[in-house]
């Protein structure tokens, strides 16, 4: 059974989200702070709902620091939904991103994409490791090294990564990495969406994320990876 933490200060919005995700057969425990939040992540979960606005803090600085020990999927849950604030969610960590108010029915549709996405990550995968330059990568615990350090990476980071990894040698474009990560109903998802992926993927992995070495763009098509 699928483990899910919700952590929103809205008392009547977390308990009618738990309710109807434990009726859709997950296992729910709830949260009303970042700091009660901290007290359950041991316990361990396969996806975190995530508002914005928490009483001890923002869901954007908590998103950040969960990003710094763990690839567990976020989803945002917010009454702001404006293009610039998805972005900075994005940039925070998140996988996806719900606008307040929002139907149970597209929550739990949002949750299963992101929960395939995670999983599909690990399918099929031989025990094996990638080397490039002072990159290694761990296919089957979805861990990047540079320079033997380890890299923490959102889980939509990895599957991009590993994505134009696997085509080393092919330019990508964009349209094929969004309908590889992304499921083809979620029209939600845009180019944008991308741009900020990469860019904060770059930023991790890259020595000079303007003058990339690993994630290279091909300009007017897409991106590929290593040298062209």
Not at 131 to 153: A, C, N, T, W
Not at 211 to 217: C, D, G, K, L, R
């Amino acid at each position: 059974m699928k483990r899910i933490l919700v952590v929103e200060d809205d008392v009547i919005i977390c308990g009618g989200v738990k309710l109807f995700l434990e009726k859709m057969g997950y296992e729910v425990e709830t949260a009303y702070s970042c700091k009660e939040a901290d007290g359950c992540l041991e316990h361990g979960f396969d996806l975190i709902l995530l508002d914005r606005n928490l009483p001890d803090g923002r869901g954007l600085d908590y998103c950040r620091e969960l990003r710094k020990s763990t690839n567990v999927p976020i989803i945002f849950l917010t009454a702001r939904d404006t293009e610039a604030d998805m972005i900075e969610g994005f940039r925070a960590g998140c996988d996806d991103y719900i606008a307040k108010p929002f139907s149970v029915e597209l929550l739990y549709q949002r949750i299963e994409a992101v929960l395939r996405r995670s999983e599909n990550a690990l399918d099929g995968v031989k025990r094996e490791r990638f080397h490039y330059g002072d990159m290694s990568v761990d296919f089957e615990r979805m861990q990047v090294y540079i320079s033997d350090e380890p890299i923490k990476l959102s889980v939509t980071e990895y599957r991009i990564l590993e994505l134009l990894i696997k085509n080393k040698g092919r330019v990508l474009t964009r349209d094929m990495i969004i309908q590889k990560i992304w499921d083809d109903n979620e029209n939600y998802v845009d180019e944008n969406t991308l741009n900020v992926h990469i860019r904060r993927l770059r930023q991790k992995i890259e020595k000079d994320a303007g003058n990339p070495e690993y994630v290279i763009t091909v300009f007017g098509i897409g991106y590929t990876f290593g040298e062209t």
